[in-house]
């Protein structure tokens, strides 16, 4: 998982998940943008960004779909990229792009003026989220069109991820899903909330709501995403007394492997327009 906000909102979270200060922060977000952006990338452009639009990415992370959104735009339309931790989206050179610290639940957002608003694995770290969900649906002009991602991993996801590990480690990889489940869960985080987006978007007003889910089939041999946020929670993820050390050791030693095969995380993407006129 990814998450992309500062010291204040995890005031509101209780206890944080990632610490954007770990050395390593960058790489992992820019290895999440590598495994997810293909299937992000692919609906944005089938619901017709184009040309000047008028686009905000909320919780921009490395800001790679910020970048992509100001090209398909062009020098007639414009990109807000924001974030409460900014600093890995900024120095683009983009003039279309502009890159803001911002708190979607608190700081101001001009109302009725996108023409899409798009963020990816951002509600489910945020308690609040229904308010979040409003105030990005208050931002998008009538007939715009709202886009949000988010994990599901809980529950029985957690079965179907550890399907794809080799059968005599079915159990470590059903241990290590509820291992990360229960840390979440005591962090404030929604790790199931990718079931639950296409309701979120139809409670919040939207039409024409639909949504895909995307799950990679990855080999191991690759430092990406999903060995960065084991290793870097790791002490936390033995806290939680469903692993040891040595389970740890041997998970990470298996995404080592060049023919290792394994699904990360389950994505869940979502997508609705907000009723014309």
Known sequence: MTITRSAREARAMGTYVFDQTWERERDRLAALEDLYDGPS????????????????????????????????????????????????????????????????????????????????????????????????VAATRPGGWVVVEDFDIGGPMTLATARYYPPEHTGLAERLGRALERLFADSGVDAGLGQRLPAMLTDAGLVDVAAEIHAPV????????????????????????????????????????????????????????????
């Open 41 to 136: 990338l692919h609906r944005l452009a089938a619901l017709g960004v184009s040309a000047g639009w008028r686009c905000l990415e909320v919780g921009c992370g490395a800001g790679s779909v910020a970048r992509w959104l100001a090209g398909r735009v062009g020098p007639t339309g414009h990109v807000l990229a924001t974030d409460t931790d900014p600093r890995f989206a900024e120095g683009h050179g983009l003039a279309n792009l502009d890159v803001r610290r911002h708190d979607v639940l608190v700081d101001p957002l001009e109302p009725a003026t996108h023409d899409l608003v798009h963020a990816r694995a951002v509600l489910e770290h945020i308690p609040q989220r229904g308010q979040a969900l409003e105030r990005m």
């Open 218 to 277: 990855l080999p191991g041999g690759v430092q990406g995403f999903f060995p960065l946020t084991l290793r870097r929670l790791r002490p936390r993820l033995v806290a939680t007394g469903l692993l040891d050390d040595g389970e740890v050791d041997l998970v990470l030693d298996l995404l080592d492997q060049p023919a290792f095969r394994y699904v990360p995380n389950f994505m869940v993407i979502a997508w609705g327009r907000r009723p014309p006129g």
